[in-house]
Nanobody, 124 residues
Framework: QVQLVESGGGLVNTGGSLRLSCAAS????????MGWFRQAPGKEREFVAAINYNGGSTTYADSVKGRFTITRDNAKNTVYLQMNSLKPEDTAIYYCAARLAAVGVPDPSAYDYWGQGTQVTVSS
């Protein structure tokens, strides 16, 4: 079992920045592909970004490309999502997820463990 705990959400103005963190409970974190997803009220959960086991490969949704950056620190069992130039449409609950495979992918059904989520609200 892997526990994932997100933090770093909050309220920010349009154009502002936030950094989300997701801490994993297992030392085997370094072998997992990781992803960030988000869900806005009344909408389905959508892919945001993913990273492979060693941080050497990343993937982004078109809507956040150039504004968001996913990174990981395997020594700290933590994955990050740096969010810049935030827009009101980025408002959502953000979830991190881990999959028992080396590569992070956009498909949420491919993930085995999920965090509880952290709220991000961008005011206009």
């Amino acid at each position: 079992q892997v526990q994932l705990v997100e933090s770093g959400g909050g309220l920010v103005n349009t154009g502002g920045s936030l950094r989300l963190s997701c801490a994993a409970s297992r030392r085997t974190f370094s072998s997992y592909g990781m992803g960030w997803f988000r869900q806005a009220p009344g909408k389905e959960r959508e892919f945001v970004a993913a990273i492979n086991y060693n941080g050497g490969s990343t993937t982004y949704a078109d809507s956040v490309k150039g504004r968001f950056t996913i990174t990981r620190d395997n020594a700290k069992n933590t994955v990050y999502l740096q969010m810049n130039s935030l827009k009101p449409e980025d408002t959502a609950i953000y979830y991190c997820a881990a999959r028992l495979a080396a590569v992070g992918v956009p498909d949420p059904s491919a993930y085995d463990y999920w965090g509880q989520g952290t709220q991000v609200t961008v005011s206009s």
